[in-house]
């Protein structure tokens, strides 16, 4: 299988991940998974495993799923998902890396494009159905049936998995890129324990990674031999940076009213003072979340307050519990006191969480063209970033640009790969142009050309099909 006929085949297994209700783009996890993500492509580079022509073919994007069950997968064209459980259950970055390069070397190592070769007497979509109902099936196989024809159901059973030949390579490459990275290699050993002790419950099914990457006696024994060559390194112990950010992935992955009751009450509970500090600071952020979810937002700041009290000092950590500060103000209606805790957002090239809560907030307070003014560049730079465009519609929206926005709500329909509904907004700012008035030229040429270009695109799509 090529690789442009991989991505074009990852792109409409992509297009369906994104309209799905579980995928989130949440800028504090994302930024979190990037951040190791990048790290991990960087070392392939250094060691050969990603070649220039890979690299420029492939997306190499992550998607978050809202999902708490415990899951990774790569899919063709350099695509990658991530369940919010996962991080909910590793203890250190250094683990969750160990997945994150074991599948990113599926990936390079070309495991799905001779995986999916198999099937080539299939059609694409075919294919890609397949794939997504294997996905699906992972975690609910009953969500899996509406997706697969009877006749598919073996061929579909097996899709996702690789052989035992790929899963060795992709240990042993995964291993070398995870620590050619700078992570530790006692984070693969750890999570690699992890799975080996969920799969002596048989998986009770919050594991679905142990069904499409099975452990065998094999990649077991593998491991414990990398194990014993390892220096005798402590456990890994939890940090209080990841253990906010697994708290944000609880809560954010399992928002039902009696789960998020639950969070709450245990900041207050018996067992609280017997924790360690790390996880008693996991406990009063996913309590704070919880609590503002359900719009108490007197006890969300309760909450914060003790928060802020146990994490002190200019650190990653203290980081996190400010953007939760902000997070809550905004939840709150309260926008100015939100852009006061984010400071100097706008007077230096701020990160995506902070640019995000910052235009938000700028929006809300009537200072919507200073958050244009951040956000333009943003897009320029990336320009598939669905969340920045839709941020940057509202802020030319509250200005008054309504060619400006609804071109930029456009953009934020293709980045996401919904051809069709990008069309008809950009045809909608076409319309706008000819109204007449006070009208962007420029920003009315480049509607024209992008509306022919996503003219093409859908028709493509059609062609497909």
């Known amino acids: 299988m090529s690789t442009s006929a991989e991505r074009r085949l990852g792109d409409r297994i992509a297009r369906s991940l994104y309209r799905d209700p579980d995928y989130i783009d949440d800028p504090v996890l994302g930024e979190y998974v990037q951040g190791i993500w990048q790290r991990l ?50 203890n250190s970055e250094d683990e969750l890396a160990s997945v994150l ?54 061929a579909v059973q097996g899709q996702l998995n690789f052989s035992r030949d790929m899963e060795r390579e992709a240990d042993r490459v995964g291993y070398g890129v995870m620590t050619e990275a700078g992570f530790e290699p006692q984070g693969f050993v750890s999570m690699f324990e992890k799975l080996q002790q969920a799969n002596r419950f048989n998986d009770s099914g919050a594991f679905p990674y142990l069904r499409s990457h099975p452990l ?36 954010l992955s399992n928002g039902d009213v009696e789960s998020l009751r639950a969070a709450v009450a245990e ?71 939100a852009g006061e805790l984010l400071g100097g957002a706008a007077a230096t090239p701020a990160k995506r969480s902070e640019l995000f809560l910052w235009a938000r907030a700028m929006t809300q307070v009537g200072q919507a063209a200073s ?47 919904d051809y069709e509904a990008a069309l008809n907004r950009f045809k909608a700012a076409q319309d706008v142009a000819r109204q007449g008035g006070k009208i962007d030229h420029i920003e009315a040429s480049i509607i024209d050309t992008r509306t022919r270009q996503l003219e093409s695109l859908v028709r493509e799509q059609a062609l497909e099909r």
């Open 101 to 154: 390069a074991h599948e990113l070397s599926h990936v390079t190592q070309r495991h799905i494009a001779r995986t999916v070769g198999r099937q080539s007497a299939q059609g694409p979509w075919v294919i890609a159905a397949m794939i997504l109902g294997a996905l699906a099936a992972s975690s609910n196989p009953q969500a899996a049936s509406a997706m697969i024809a009877g006749g598919q159901a073996v």
């Open 216 to 251: 065998t006696t094999e990649r077991i024994a593998d491991m414990q031999v990398r194990q014993q060559l390892l220096p005798q390194a402590p456990p890994v112990q939890l940090t209080v940076t990841h253990a906010l950010l697994a708290a944000r992935a609880r809560v």
């Open 267 to 337: 900041a207050s509970g018996d067992q609280f003072g017997k924790l360690a500090p790390a996880r008693q600071a996991g406990v009063l952020y996913a309590a704070a979340l919880a609590a503002a979810s359900q719009r108490d937002f007197a006890q969300a700041a309760r909450l914060h307050t003790r928060l802020q009290t146990m994490v002190q000092g200019p650190t990653q950590a203290q980081r996190l519990v400010q953007l939760l500060g902000a997070e809550l103000w905004l939840a709150a209606d309260d926008p100015k006191r």
């Open 41 to 90: 492509l960087q070392a392939a580079r250094q060691r050969g495993e990603l070649l220039p022509e890979l690299e420029t073919a492939f997306a190499w994007d992550v998607a978050l799923g809202r999902d708490r069950s415990v899951n990774a997968f790569a899919l063709p064209g350099g695509y990658l998902g991530v369940h919010l459980g996962l991080i909910a259950v590793v």
């Open 371 to 417: 958050a244009s003014q951040q956000l333009r560049p943003w897009v320029t730079e990336h320009p598939r970033d669905a969340q920045a465009w839709q941020l940057l519609s509202a802020a030319y929206m509250a200005q008054g640009q309504t060619l400006s926005g609804v071109r930029a709500e456009a953009e934020a329909y293709a980045a996401r790969f």
